[in-house]
């Protein structure tokens, strides 16, 4: 069974920066895909970012551009670096693992860009 951690989450100025993380255990963590989701007030959770296995990436288009995803294997560590934030970012996120054998979601870390 898969754990997720998220941390990072905070409070910050729209065109500011945040990195996300989000730390995994088990010892398969090299072969699981991995995403980041959100879930503004109100509204239906959406994929932000995912990365394979293998290091292939794709992002939404509304953060295309601006969010980058990555994954340090060594570390069993999935991030997410947020640059131009801005205020419809603001969400709880949530990290994801999936694999053939099961499907796993973090807690979520709250995200707030506001001046």
């Known amino acids: 069974q898969v754990q997720l951690v998220e941390s990072g989450g905070g409070l910050v100025q729209p065109g500011g920066s945040l990195r996300l993380s989000c730390a995994a255990s088990g010892s398969a963590f090299s072969a699981y895909s991995m995403g980041w989701y959100r879930q503004a007030p109100g509204k239906q959770r959406e994929l932000v970012a995912t990365?394979?296995?293998?290091?292939?990436?794709n992002y939404a288009d509304s953060v295309k551009g601006r969010f980058t995803i990555s994954r340090d294997n060594a570390k069993n560590t999935v991030y997410l670096q947020m640059n131009s934030l801005k205020p419809e970012d603001t969400a709880v996120y949530y990290c994801?693992?999936?694999?053939?054998?099961?499907?796993?979601w973090g807690q979520g870390t709250q995200v707030t860009v506001s001046s």
């Open positions: 994801r693992a999936w694999y053939t054998f099961g499907n796993y």
């Open positions: 990365i394979t296995s293998g290091g292939g990436t």
